[in-house]
């Protein structure tokens, strides 16, 4: 089994910065690609940022140049740090890891979901 849990979300004003985290623990062999998506409130889930090396990141367009997505193998964990926050940003922030476990399975998590909240 494989958990992941989120951490660093809240309440910042329009302009602020916040740093998100997402860890892993389990059974994990690898991770490849990890990322960060997120849904605002009547809205479906969108690609926030992924990451599968230093040389393969991907970013939406309405992010790009405020955020930045990072990652930490060695601890299973990836990075959210989020710049000059727009009230548009405010959502429920999760993210997703494509884990292959001990057993050579590999498999979608997802985290339970980190709330941000930008006021203007």
């Known amino acids: 089994q494989v958990h992941l849990v989120e951490s660093g979300g809240g309440l910042v004003q329009a302009g602020g910065s916040l740093r998100l985290s997402c860890a892993a623990s389990?059974?994990?062999?690898?991770?490849?690609?990890m990322g960060w998506y997120r849904r605002a409130p009547g809205k479906q889930r969108e690609l926030v940022a992924t990451?599968?090396?230093?040389?393969?990141?991907d970013y939406a367009d309405s992010v790009k140049g405020r955020f930045t997505i990072s990652r930490d193998s060695a601890k299973s964990t990836v990075y959210l740090q989020m710049n000059s926050l727009k009230p548009e940003d405010t959502a429920v922030y999760y993210c997703?890891?494509?884990?292959?476990?001990?057993?050579?399975?590999?498999?979608?998590?997802w985290g339970q979901g980190t709330q941000v909240t930008v006021s203007s």
């Open positions: 990451i599968a090396s230093a040389v393969d990141i």
């Open positions: 389990g059974v994990i062999l690898s991770i490849d690609r």
């Open positions: 997703k890891m494509d884990v292959t476990t001990v057993r050579a399975l590999k498999v979608d998590y």
